[in-house]
């Protein structure tokens, strides 16, 4: 009399260990890649001062962001202040370097609402198909007939202005193209050989999911959050621009080009150097993010 045998354990544990050090050799050759690249590296270095600088801004200055002095106000760029001072006499070095902790930290934190979000609805459209992915389609299609800034806009006025609401708007607006990519990606690795073996011996969807697809197409996501996070700075500005986030006296990139308005025929330096602030990051960003899209890329090994 024959007797079933269950499947253990041991094929998954085998199977997951086999696809990690795939993927982790993968990793480690694109990194080598990258490393070999002089802009990528450029760019990183770049973007590494910037989070040090705004990290240490107690450190780098000893002026305080929100305190006025009236007799210093419109100062140009001197000893005492390098990059001048504001209509109220704040200095400016001090004012960017606490902007730059609220605008990456705007950046991170919405590309990762966008990121989860994207995760969660991408894979479920992607892997299940059917009647969830044409819902999932239609629903995204809605989404992207909107530009992402106005989309931001909508959600901003609807929720209230503040920066928590801001950074859940600019996530929002970024889900879609999440979700899309997501979802092409767990289409095409969900008929991989290791998933179908993941079926036959018994691993449940989510399991398959988590544990086998996600892990697998996780390069080009992390590649495109990279570069989302630049666009998400942008647009964060530009909705702190139009009065849509932070409310003086908080220092922010975007609330600093507003409030130079006002001043600028006389003023040159209040709106240059936040400009120059946003723009070196966001182009530090963006060529990084190029770099690790042409390192993560299998057809660009060779080039």
């Given amino acids: 009399m024959s007797m079933a045998v269950k499947p253990t354990a041991a094929p998954i544990t085998a199977m997951e260990g086999q696809s990690a050090k795939q993927g982790a050799s993968m990793t480690l050759l694109a990194l080598r890649s990258l490393a070999r690249k002089p802009i990528p590296m450029l760019g990183l270095a770049v973007l590494v001062i910037t989070i040090l600088l705004v990290i240490l801004a107690p450190v780098m200055t000893p002026y305080d962001p929100a305190k006025m002095s009236p007799t210093e106000a419109l100062q140009g760029p001197s000893a005492r202040h390098l990059l001048g001072t504001d ?60 530009p992402g800034i106005l989309l931001a806009m909508t959600i901003v006025a609807v929720l209230g202005i503040s920066i928590p609401n801001l950074m859940i708007a600019v996530g929002v607006s970024s889900i879609p193209a ?16 290791y998933v179908l073996a993941a079926r036959a011996i018994g691993c449940s969807d989510l ?37 849509m986030g932070a409310k003086p006296p908080t220092p922010e990139w975007g609330l600093m080009l507003s409030e ?39 057809w660009m090994k060779g080039k």
């Fill in 207 to 243: 399991a398959i999911i988590r544990r086998h697809l996600i892990p697998n197409i996780m390069a080009p996501i992390l590649v495109y959050a990279t570069l989302r996070i630049a666009t998400a700075i942008l647009a964060s500005a530009s909705l702190n621009f139009l009065g």
């Fill in 87 to 146: 209509g109220f006499g704040r200095d400016q070095l001090t004012r960017i370097l606490y902007g730059g902790r609220l605008s990456l930290q705007v950046g991170l934190i919405s590309v990762g609402i966008g990121l989860w979000a994207g995760l969660v609805v991408g894979s479920v459209a992607g892997y299940f198909g059917g009647w969830a992915d044409e819902a999932i389609g239609r629903l995204i299609d809605i989404m992207m007939a909107f």
């Fill in 260 to 298: 130079s308005r006002s001043f600028i025929r006389t003023a040159w330096w209040l709106a240059t150097f936040p400009g120059l602030a946003i723009m070196a990051t966001v182009i530090s960003i963006n060529v990084l993010g190029d770099g690790l899209r042409d390192a993560f890329d299998p």
């Fill in 178 to 193: 999440f979700t899309r990519l997501i979802r092409g990606g767990v289409l095409s690795a969900r008929e991989n050989d």
